[in-house]
């Protein structure tokens, strides 16, 4: 099992629609959770973060997680076509380190 | 704008030759790191310097060698790359890397490095 999984995509979603962005750990001691938005030839730039079970909202984006099933989450409502990027979730794990799944291509279309 | 600034933006050297990729940051972050990363995949961890010790190595080829020369700089020196070693090289920045820390990695805008 991958330490970190996510569906490569692409993803598509018409503009407004809501984007579902999804990913698994293997690692039960992981203490943090992240998602990073890339665009091409950029950096990973910090999305949302979130350390405890439940949903984090942060305008547009709300992260869930739910460390019983090894999950967590990245919902982006009224998707723009701005979003459009591979987003990343990366795990902090037992072992102080930060861990990126592959990531999620997401195209929100105009 | 990152508050982690990184030099030289771009990067072309060929095999024999040695050269520095630089790393800065001012937001009093005790812990660095070096990330790769290759065209379509995610980063890579390379090495993680922590209150200026180098604390994790991931088993990275001593043709990259790290120096963490105060708290707010970090260096990674090239030599006698491979062409497979072109990639982005990321260098990002986190306030501590203690156990149970919960504090999330700044990036950089990284280094497109490109081995001849």
């Known amino acids: 099992q991958k330490e970190v999984e996510q569906n490569s995509g692409p993803l598509s979603v018409p503009e407004g629609a809501i984007a579902s962005l999804n990913c698994t750990y293997s690692d039960r001691g992981s203490q943090s959770f992240f998602w990073y938005r890339q665009y091409s030839g950029k950096s990973p730039e910090l999305i949302m973060f979130i350390y405890s079970n439940g949903d984090k909202e942060d305008g547009r984006f709300t992260a869930q997680l739910n460390k019983a099933s090894q999950y967590v989450s990245l919902l982006i409502r009224d998707s723009q076509p701005s979003d459009s990027a591979t987003y990343l979730c990366a795990v902090f794990r037992s072992n102080y380190k930060l861990t990126f799944g592959k990531g999620t291509l997401l195209t929100v279309n105009p | ?116």
């Not at chain 2, 379509?40 to 991931?58: A, D, Q, W």
């Not at chain 2, 260096?75 to 501590?96: F, V």
């Open chain 2, 1 to 116: 704008d990152t508050e982690v600034t990184q030099t030289p933006k771009h990067l072309v050297m060929g095999m024999t030759n040695k050269k520095s990729l630089k790393c800065e940051q001012h937001m009093g972050h005790r812990a660095m790191y070096w990330y790769k990363q290759k065209a379509k995949k995610p980063p890579e961890l390379m090495f993680v310097y922590s209150y200026e010790k180098l604390s994790i190595n991931e088993s990275v080829p001593s043709r990259f060698s790290p120096e963490c020369p105060n708290s707010s700089l970090l260096n990674l020196h090239l030599h006698a790359l491979q062409p497979e070693d072109s990639a982005l090289y990321l260098c990002a920045s986190s306030q501590d890397q203690a156990a149970g820390s919960h504090l999330p990695l700044h990036f950089g805008n990284g280094t497109r490095l490109t081995v001849t």
